[in-house]
């Protein structure tokens, strides 16, 4: 062939597969969401849309036919989401640099392509796209990936309780956020709460599950609920998020938001042969009931 | 802190930087484009607003600030595009995953955002969204690169010529693909092209050379063209395309598409420092004089 | 410094981590051992000196202060052997080219040095040296560690068989190599051992346990043997070869042989804190048995 | 087979390949020689035997069957060896672990097999052994490699310049250890060669180049010379040391030492197809002169 004679630079294509039977997570992370959550007014210290259209995206991740059902879970925060891989996965023959881009790029298309429904009256700005980086962690055993999750979590406490009493002292306390920080500077989590509730009323464990808990994206034995294909493991379009906290019963609830949506829906022709759904939920991994529990037992095992 | 005990985790993620000094490419490649652009009834053998649409969102990885300007060139045929950087590029620690999840989540956000404008009455639906992975190959010297790019024009080539004879035979001869496929079995490229100009009164060389050819982004040394900011280094998303090629004068020109866009322009706050701009091209890189003229030398060295 | 404008190539040692946590085995191989052997006229089909002396140059990988005690076992069989690590092990911050380097290196300058003992008629020349090349396996369980190992004795069996039965046609049986590998073709374990009976009056069974099960060198609780130097877990140099298996008591038994040894002797000034020495067994690793059984129960555990 | 069951576990050894067509260095180091040199009373600051055993060592390395003649230099100081390897190098599928071992082993057993030729009063102790580990560095060109081993060589000086006068110190000048370390606390390069001849009378530069410049084994074409059968391209044993320096013509010229040598000599057979043999050289690789030399240029082309 014509081109024979550059064929050689393929040998510089070096192989990156994972060690076979650890269990693996690819966690992806907003790149600049500072800027990009003030450039379209994310409400302070959580945002509601946000979060759901994270979540959102990442069901699209886990249900979508690119991971062939692979991905057994997915624990999200704030604009992270890590997604967890059974060990027996042989997706695309593990190799690395394929699997972490496949996620980052069906999670940054399910993003841009659902931003409208989420966020219509801010429309994306083509200088200031969502952008989300990824790596690939391995772990040997269950233990391992239980300890990675709770990780995360306790992550989530520390920065919502942060930030929950950061805004609170800004928006409802007249702090400058000079002020606000200095007045943290040093506490523990019970001086926090404290200062929630004398000063605001506020009692922290009755705020929304999901700030305080982050989203767990896992699948669920079953047929699809009837009003919610939004749950279902071929992921339709319709939103599933509210105007606000308050009238939203679910992440999965269907949406009444009447935005003509861009992303058009699709008739489902085959049936899916293993009954199963994903559903969002929000749960103490910390300890150890959850992982105890009939939908945390064997979750890894997939 | 309450979540030392999981940050052991943190340990599993292991460093992977690419060697210092040597080039590096990323490419990226649509997953299942085969469905992707029979869904949304792609021309066949080339779809011209398909293949700007690649081009803007390249220029958008290129000129986008997630790269700080040290990609020096991309080349891009049918549903890849290749990102070469610059030797001295120390961008994120020249860490491996970031560098390549980052790229193709730039593309991947660009070019969902920019399809309302290149495909404005075939909107995306959530189950099949366009997805791109990536993988990073290092070179060490020049003239290794200048032969990956070769090697991808001379792809470009062979499979451009194929398609161009076998659609013609298809959608103008009347063949059955199988017919096609049969007609231009064992066939070398001058056959080909015989084939074309005899049958079809087509010569090969008249073609479109972003069909023939492959796009090239570069930088140009220069001021923004006035009426062309859509090749400013701070994209804007001012769509460049055009209905047809007959009427498109160029990549850039400005488009005349009256689409609602979805995607707004933000003004331009501060001028660019170093005067250059981002242009698509369609060169031939593989004989040497590209590389010897004034735009091809020393465009390596960023 | 007057150096510093070159430390830059520093940078250009890139890390080399295992995972943490992991199982690894360091498995050595002899290079050109074929050719080696002949030099040296080692007895067909096994060589119980040079066999020996592998399992001596192994006790001093796993017993000298180099790997602190953090391998826990090894498997060798004709001129390869694999070192066992435990998860825990933190050795040279699990750096794969450091710990793998050292076990050959450590390795190969035991086996030369103690080559005199074993061969004293057969000294070694230059420029055929005995050399050992290494690579490092990582495994994320237990179980996967023990089928490892059996792997390895499925190995030695599957070789010895064939090899006893080929050099008793060869060497009692009159037949050229050619002849001997004919009749050998396609004969399953049962046949190769009737000819082995019928032909030679051979009970496969009843050979020497070190050819037919490869060795295993373990740490043993309890205080160095009295009669038993080279057992302990500082190992000295007295030999434990024998002039023949048919004499040899154990592979542990102290030498007889009265060449002057050029490695000398050095008498242990502190006492082990761990009262534990190393011992030379040759066990069934493929039923469960051994792995339940004292010394097998908890051993990868170190 | 019956063993097939286990082969499994066959796929955990991941591939290693360097990149293709880098220049790439293995460095080995020796372990613990702080202990060992002093165990067998190594002369300060310089011994010229275990230097001349360490450059003999390294060019049983180079000149070895093991590495096909594809080393093209290696440059040693104290004890430490680089060897550098041409970038067209395609050794063992350029396989990262397979190469370094290599290397490691054969050093370490010709520095062992060697031993009692330069130190035949002070025999090895098995439970000290001289130890080497290594590691591999890739380079893109020509000018770092250059630079890799400018670095080296700027270490070997520093080092050299220090302990020289360190010793003389308390060699001569009758300090404590603790003394002629804060008499050179501080002092640069040239007061520390002031302190040299105006206490000690000693002018540095008069020194023994291979202390001051370290050792380069390097090809030569031509014919083996007469006398001198230790730097043909197939090393024998004859031992290139000397009683001392004074005495040494070179350190390649045939030893009188008649220590009878554990190491037999091989009568080479067939003539090595290109003339060349290895020579040892103390150089300086700092400025250009060399590199643009006969012996210089376009060595690293092999």
């Known amino acids: ?103 980052v790029s069906v999670f940054t298309a399910a993003y841009v392509a659902l931003w409208p429904q989420y966020f219509p009256n801010s429309p994306l700005k083509l200088e200031e796209l969502p952008v989300f980086d990824g790596r690939v962690v391995q772990y040997t055993n269950e233990a391992e990936v239980r300890d990675y999750l709770r990780w995360r979590q ?36 019970s001086q926090k709460q404290e200062i929630l509730f004398s000063q605001f009323g506020i009692n922290y464990n009755n705020l929304e599950p999901m700030y305080r808990k982050g989203s767990l994206v896992i699948w669920e034995e079953g047929p699809p609920t009837e009003n919610a ?21 679910s992440a999965n609830s269907p949406s009444t938001n009447s935005t003509p949506a861009p992303v058009k829906m699709r008739q489902r022709k085959k049936p899916a042969k293993p009954k199963r759904r994903l559903v969002v939920v929000h749960e103490d991994l910390i300890s150890d009931a959850w992982w105890e529990s009939g939908r945390g037992k064997g979750v890894l095992e997939g």
Not at 241 to 248: E, I, Q, R
Request: include cysteine; proline fraction near 6%.
């Open 154 to 189: 306790v992550d989530t406490h520390i920065n919502n309780m942060y930030n929950t009493v950061f805004w609170a002292l800004v928006l409802q306390g007249g702090r400058t956020p000079v002020e606000a920080e200095q007045e943290l500077s040093g506490t523990i989590s």
């Open 1 to 103: 062939m014509a081109g024979s004679r550059y064929t050689y630079v393929k040998g510089f294509e070096l192989p990156d597969p994972l060690l076979p039977s650890t269990f693996f997570v690819i966690r992806i992370d907003g790149k600049g969401f500072h800027g990009f959550s003030k450039a379209h007014n994310f409400d302070k210290p959580n945002d509601w849309n946000a979060l759901t259209l994270m979540n959102e995206a990442a069901k699209r991740v886990v249900g979508g036919r690119e991971l062939n059902g692979e991905c057994v879970m997915a624990f999200g925060e704030s604009d992270e989401y890590s997604f967890v891989f059974k060990r027996s996965c042989k997706l695309h023959g593990r190799r690395s640099s394929k699997l972490v881009t496949l996620v």
């Open 229 to 249: 294909p939004a749950s279902t493991d071929e992921p339709s379009c319709s939103p599933s998020t509210s105007p606000s906290p308050a009238s939203a019963q």
